[in-house]
């Protein structure tokens, strides 16, 4: 296994925190950074990988820009003086000095472009989305709903009889007087109420073969 030497780069970083806003901020920063460092509780080997990693990061991305636009780089580098400034902002104040590549999209660039963008999905949405006609209904559904409307009805009535039916059988059963007679003489309106739903069954059952339940 190949194991590479590391190579050990001393630099020093001249800050003047009195006469600079950048120089007191990046003051502050790096000692804050440092303090939350020891106050971590990690062991000093951790600490000393993860300050070489923070340097090695910072500087290398420094000297990357750098050598692509040394303006933008010294741009970038005044600014964290400044508060409250957001990426976005950063990238617009790059692309309106003219320190930006050609073709990159700043911030004010893409809320435009978007906005066409959802101008025109809006459109195509507007025209395809219409409102459903209301379905008309049919005779036939009309005087199906209507025929199963009477339906259920025949059907309630029919559940009360076999109700008072049941009823009576039980007082026949215990031998309570004057069950048989209601029984007699409830015996035809029974037949004529059985024949309705023989009747009302062949019914229902054609139109459910129609489909309407």
Not at 38 to 56: C, I, P, V, W
Not at 101 to 111: F, H, I, K, M, Y
Not at 119 to 143: F, N
Request: contains cysteine; hydrophobic residues 35%.
């Amino acid at each position: 296994m190949h194991n590479s030497r590391t190579k050990r780069v001393n630099f020093s970083l001249h800050l003047r925190p009195d006469d600079s806003q950048a120089d007191q901020r990046a003051f502050s920063e790096l000692r804050q950074w440092h303090e939350g460092l020891k106050q971590s509780g990690r062991s000093r080997e951790d600490m000393a990988m993860e300050m070489r990693g923070f340097h090695r990061h910072v500087y290398l991305a420094g000297l990357q820009l750098q050598r692509l636009s040394p303006r933008a780089c010294g741009h970038i580098a005044e600014s964290i003086g400044r508060d409250l400034l957001t990426l976005p902002e950063l990238m617009d104040e790059l692309s309106a000095g003219g320190l930006l590549p050609e073709g990159t999209l700043t911030r004010a660039a893409a809320s435009e472009h978007f906005s066409e963008q959802q101008l025109e999905q809006l459109q195509l949405l507007l025209e395809t989305v219409k409102p459903a006609p209301a379905k008309k209904t049919s005779r036939a559904e009309k005087d199906n709903a209507a025929e199963l409307a009477r339906l259920r009805e025949e059907i309630e009535k029919m559940n009360h009889l076999l109700e008072q039916q049941n009823s009576q059988l039980q007082q026949l059963r215990r031998g309570e007087p004057g069950a048989a007679p209601v029984e007699a003489s409830r015996g035809g309106s029974e037949e004529v109420a059985l024949s309705e739903v023989a009747a009302s069954a062949e019914k229902m059952k054609k139109i459910r073969q129609k489909g309407i339940f």
